[in-house]
């Protein structure tokens, strides 16, 4: 296993396009988290999964954000109607659930957007 | 609520000199406190985690850090920089042991000069 893959690592699209991310997590890893990181600014939580129930989504997953991760392996973060303030980097991590809360959580690369 | 704030966007170092990177946290509750090592256009790597078993944590590549609770503190430091230290670093805070829970600062960049 290599690790967190996202795809694609960059994506340039225009302005109430709509774009999809795929991450593959560590494949022993139940739990999945789609973060949002902005130019000067630390990563912001946007939503995870246990297997493939979403548990919880942030304020900032407004309603143009769709994640899914349907047979609790791979998830997808769609975008739709992308406008400006979406260029980020989107992150994703997985961990294994342990109790209450998770062994570490290892991150991928990221999906660099930038919409134009 | 929870928060971090980590004082300087940049720091500079020269190369063997003692880095110090600065993280004050604020939780209603004992909190997990972080440390990340981002390269660019790279993930984010742990470098160490505070989860109350030891004031003192030690991490991967010769980091560590100290929880003072007293100065709500959880300062990063190394004794001797290398080239190979120049990242973002990101001080985090946890109420829970779960990361849909993390609080992420905003980074501090180090540059370690030759």
């Known amino acids: 296993d290599t690790g967190v893959s996202q795809d694609p690592r960059h994506k340039i699209t225009k302005r109430g396009q709509n774009v999809t991310f795929r991450c593959d997590p560590i494949?022993?890893?139940?739990?999945l988290y789609w973060y949002r990181q902005t130019l000067g600014q630390g990563p912001e939580f946007l939503t995870y999964?246990?297997?493939?129930?979403?548990?919880?989504k942030s304020r900032l997953l407004s309603d143009r954000f769709s994640a899914e991760r349907p047979k609790g392996s791979f998830s997808t973060l769609e975008i739709q109607r992308t406008e400006q303030g979406d260029s980020a980097m989107y992150l994703c991590?997985?961990?294994?659930?342990?109790?209450?809360?998770?062994?570490?959580?290892?991150f991928g690369q990221g999906t660099r957007l930038t919409v134009v | 609520a929870q928060s971090v704030t980590q004082l300087g966007s940049h720091v500079s170092v020269s190369e063997g000199a003692l880095v110090l990177l600065r993280c004050n946290y604020s939780s209603s509750v004992p909190p997990y406190l972080f440390w990340y090592v981002q390269y660019p256009n790279q993930g984010l790597q742990l470098l160490l985690k505070y989860t109350s078993a030891a004031t003192l944590v030690k991490g991967i590549n010769g980091f560590e850090a100290e929880f003072k609770k007293s100065e709500t503190s959880f300062h990063l430091t190394k004794p001797s920089a290398h080239m190979s230290d120049a990242a973002e670093y990101f001080c985090a805070v946890s109420s829970s042991g779960g990361y849909q829970k993390v609080t992420f600062g905003t980074g501090t960049k180090l540059q370690v000069i030759p």
């Open positions: 999964f246990q297997n493939e129930a979403q548990l919880e």
């Open positions: 991590a997985s961990s294994l659930a342990v109790g209450l809360g998770d062994t570490e959580a290892f």
């Open positions: 494949s022993e890893h139940n739990r």
